[in-house]
């Protein structure tokens, strides 16, 4: 089935910046559409970011609005989260997910069929 791998995480300062990366070895991730999620010790998994499978459809939460910025290169078959002014509230283990509606752009994870296994990002000085 289906398997998604993350990448790009790592401990950066406040303000800096990173670049999250999602790819599904072996299969055609365009025909899926894909949402970024993360979870903070002793918080519930909350939405970050989601976009279609054309790339012309995207949500974006209020807590990351005008930092985070989601798009993807069908023809590369990844998807990225571009991640700028981080702040420390944002330190989370971030999951890329995949869904079989290719034209949703819901951000909600039920929706969602497929996860990866998660990337860390830490924030701090």
């Known amino acids: 089935q289906l398997q998604l791998v993350e990448s790009g995480g790592g401990l950066v300062q406040p303000g800096g910046s990173l670049r999250l990366s999602c790819a599904a070895p072996g299969f055609r991730l365009d025909y899926y559409a894909v949402g970024w999620f993360r979870q903070a010790p002793g918080k519930e998994r909350e939405s970050v970011s989601c976009?279609?499978?054309?790339?012309?459809?995207?949500n974006v939460s209020n807590s990351v609005k005008g930092r985070f910025t989601i798009s993807r290169d069908n023809a590369k078959k990844m998807v990225y989260l571009q991640m700028d002014n981080l702040k420390p509230e944002d330190t989370a283990v971030y999951y890329c997910?995949?869904?079989?509606?290719?034209?949703?752009?819901?951000?909600?994870?039920?929706?969602?069929?497929?996860w990866g296994q998660g990337t860390q990002v830490t924030v701090s000085t």
């Open positions: 997910a995949a869904s079989q509606k290719t034209y949703l752009s819901n951000c909600w994870s039920p929706l969602y069929d497929y």
């Open positions: 976009v279609d499978g054309d790339g012309d459809r995207t």
